[in-house]
């Protein structure tokens, strides 16, 4: 099976921007969403489809992808966005694989 | 409204093996494969396979092959995950989740709770 590899931690300061990336071979033919994932709670949809934004997230938060890397860029940071993030793919047989995580500190 | 409820936490010894249910409710069972995922403490997400739950095929994670079994009980709308042959490395919280059926690209779009398994002796 194969891995997506993030950073495992990313920190800055309110009103910067966070880049929070997810590599792997396979993503060059993969579509690839990134979940928001806070302590006891479910994770939610932040970006889908490399790009798409759902309804209801902020318009800082957007997605962008090139070759086998995809990346989660948060404008504007807020305290509220402390949290993990993790990428997620699928090939085409069905296999799912979940991005190593990485937790996004807001100094 | 849609909802996964998953059965309660389990305390498992090493070598034993452990059933976890999850109930769905609100939707048409057919339309969404199950998966079912872990977390192990300080871990990221971990995929263990999926069901659909129409005609009861699966998909397995190489990692868990052999190890693993996925079930569905169409009149119960309930899928099941069994692991066997625990040890210490399989304490996590075992949680299940939704995908359109047929559609690799779709997103969880649905959680379960959570069930925590401790494996302990």
């Known amino acids: 099976s194969y891995e997506l590899t993030q950073p495992p931690s990313v920190a800055v300061s309110p009103g910067q921007t966070a880049r929070i990336t997810c590599s792997g071979d396979?993503?060059?033919?993969?579509?690839t969403h990134w979940y928001q994932h806070r302590p006891g709670q479910a994770p939610v949809v932040i970006i889908y489809?490399?790009?798409e934004r759902p309804s209801g997230i902020p318009g800082r938060f957007s997605g962008s992808s090139s070759g086998t890397t995809v990346t989660l860029t948060i404008n504007e940071v807020q305290a509220e966005d402390e949290a993990d993030y993790f990428c997620?793919?699928?090939?085409?047989?069905?296999?799912?694989?979940f991005g190593s995580g990485t937790k996004l500190t807001v100094l | 409204q849609d909802q996964l409820v998953q059965s309660g936490a389990e305390v498992v010894k090493p070598g034993a093996s452990v059933r976890i249910s999850c109930k769905t409710s609100?939707?048409?069972?057919?339309?969404?494969?199950i998966h079912w995922v872990r977390q192990a403490p300080g871990q990221g997400l971990e995929w263990l396979g999926w069901?659909?739950?129409?005609?009861?095929?699966?998909k397995y994670s190489q990692s868990f092959q052999g190890r693993v079994s996925i079930t569905r009980d169409t009149s119960a709308t309930t899928s099941y995950m069994e692991l066997r042959s625990l040890t210490s490395e399989d304490t996590a919280l075992y949680s299940c989740?939704?995908?359109?059926?047929?559609?690799?690209?779709?997103?969880?779009?649905?959680w379960g709770q959570g069930t925590l398994v401790t494996v302990s002796s």
């Open positions: 989740a939704r995908t359109q059926a047929f559609n690799y690209d779709s997103v969880f779009d649905l």
């Open positions: 489809r490399d790009s």
């Open positions: 997620q793919s699928a090939d085409h047989t069905g296999i799912y694989v």
């Open positions: 609100g939707y048409t069972f057919t339309k969404f494969f």
């Open positions: 069901i659909n739950p129409g005609i009861g095929t699966t």
């Open positions: 396979g993503l060059a033919k993969q579509l």
